[in-house]
Each structure stands twice: as structure tokens, then as C-alpha cells.
């Protein structure tokens, strides 16, 4: 996913395979093999027979939108349940970011 979103790899080019990443990351091949799965019925990914697993076109726009709105529905509501739990101001928090 991190090479979608970071245009590490651009639309049309193929993947690492599964026994690659699995290696770099330290992973299960079958985790890998998950992960893939869910980006290909995201339609960020595109299998290939018998030549792997491509980036598919608008992959970057697409997955951007799904993980904005992941974001806004899961992670950002405990955020901010957090930023008010511990009484701190959100201009603070962005100044402190700036410093």
C-alpha cells in the first residue's frame, strides 16, 4: 500500500512478488497474499496470469480516497475522543507540530 501512496510504484508497473515482500517485511507469504487480495477488490491492483500483480489505473486516487476515508471513520474519532479526554487545544497541538 505504502508503495501506491508514496508513488514508489507508479500505475501499470508490476509489484514485488508475495516471496519478496514477505521476506523484506518478515512476514507469512499468506499475509502478503491478504494484503494483495484486498487492494485487487479495491481495484488498486490488477493480477496478471502468470506475470504477478500490477498497479492498476487511478490506483493512487483510489486508495488515497479509501485510506482519507478510514481515517475520518475510524482512527481520527478515537483522536479526537483523546485530544479532548487530556483538555488539549488543537491550535496548541498544531503550533508544537510547527516547532
Do not use: C
Request: negative net charge.
Amino acid at each position: 500500500m505504502a508503495l501506491i501512496l508514496n508513488k514508489t510504484t507508479n500505475e501499470g508497473e508490476a509489484l514485488p512478488s508475495v516471496r519478496q515482500i514477505a521476506t523484506d517485511l518478515s512476514v507469512n507469504p499468506l499475509t502478503v497474499t491478504k494484503a494483495y487480495q484486498s487492494l485487487v477488490e479495491l481495484g488498486v491492483v490488477e493480477k496478471r496470469r502468470g506475470l504477478g500483480m500490477f498497479v492498476a489505473e487511478g490506483a493512487h486516487k483510489i486508495l488515497l480516497n479509501h485510506e482519507r476515508e478510514k481515517f475520518l471513520t475510524e482512527e481520527w474519532p478515537r483522536i479526537r475522543t483523546q485530544i479532548e479526554a487530556l483538555d488539549l487545544n488543537l491550535n496548541e497541538l498544531l503550533k508544537e507540530e510547527g516547532k
